[in-house]
């Protein structure tokens, strides 16, 4: 299953693509695809990580010791 995504991008990356696209004989869909593949796990990982961070620092945010998970967990 697949949806349309609409963004706005830098004309010079665009054209990469359609470039890159053209010369591999494979759709700009394709490329844009797998970037996202590739890098949207890592981007979540930042910017969610940050969230997290500023939630403990500010006390909303619990944390619990490894030793004391391990321990409840009977590992």
Do not use: C, P
């Not at 609409?6 to 890159?20: P, S, V, W, Y």
């Not at 591999?24 to 940050?50: G, K, M, P």
């Amino acid at each position: 299953m697949t949806a349309t995504a609409t963004f706005r991008t830098k004309a010079e990356l665009k054209n990469r693509i359609d470039f890159l696209a053209k010369e591999t004989h494979r759709s700009a869909s394709f490329y844009y695809n797998l970037l996202l593949e590739d890098y949207l796990d890592d981007l979540e990982d930042i910017y969610l990580s940050e969230q997290v961070l500023t939630e403990i620092r500010s006390g909303r945010q619990k944390t619990h010791a490894a030793d004391e998970v391990f321990a409840e967990a009977g590992l």
